[in-house]
């Protein structure tokens, strides 16, 4: 393999490769700073239309974005491999708890996994959200060239019209999470 062509793989898998570290939200306060933190908000005016997300769940049901149609949408990347990802599961059990009655919906893309680790993972964690299982990390190809997944955990937030609003980088609180789906549900950004 040329130069030219390994360049492009490695530095694919050095962003995937690892958690991301260093993109933290302040965890203490709740940490929602728009634009710090890894946190991107997409003005109203500004925002495209999500990729086209589907798949198999880990309990091997055909599910996808399409399938959440007029909601918001929280969309999780994770593995059950990522230490970054361990350190934010209690708080997304506890945003998705908050934001169930707003009609809230959650979807995680466990990647890089194994299916029967991942299952013990959400079990044992209390995850009630459904999850793509994409070992090949495909379903996030859709969107590299908008908001590329840097690192695990990312965490994207799709609006009521199904359009991209907010990317998350790293490990988030309950709070930030919240705040993050509040601003762009409610047509701020």
């Given at each position: ?98 934001l169930r009655a707003d009609g809230v919906a959650f979807l995680g893309i466990d990647i ?65 999470f919240v705040g993050v789906v509040e601003d762009v ?5």
């Amino acid at each position: 393999m040329t130069p030219r062509r390994v360049l492009p793989l490695l530095a694919s898998a050095l962003l995937l490769g690892g958690c991301g570290g260093g993109l933290q939200a302040e965890r203490a306060t709740g940490g929602y700073v728009q634009g710090d933190y890894g946190i991107s908000v997409v003005p109203v005016d500004e925002r495209e239309p999500a990729p086209e997300v589907s798949g198999e769940t880990l309990d091997g049901e055909p599910i996808a974005l399409d399938d959440f149609a007029g909601q918001v949408v929280l969309i999780n990347i994770w593995g059950s491999w990522c230490g970054d990802c361990r350190v934010e599961t209690d708080d997304l059990v506890e945003a998705e708890a908050e934001l169930r009655a707003d009609g809230v919906a959650f979807l995680g893309i466990d990647i890089r996994d194994d299916r029967s680790a991942a299952l013990r993972y959400e079990a044992a964690n209390d995850v009630s959200w459904p999850s793509i299982y994409d070992p090949s990390s495909s379903a996030l190809l859709g969107f590299r060239g908008s908001m590329t997944a840097a690192s695990t955990p990312t965490t994207y937030v799709v609006d009521e019209e199904g359009r991209l609003a907010a990317r998350l980088l790293g490990a988030q609180s309950a709070g930030t999470f919240v705040g993050v789906v509040e601003d762009v549900s409610g047509g701020g950004g």
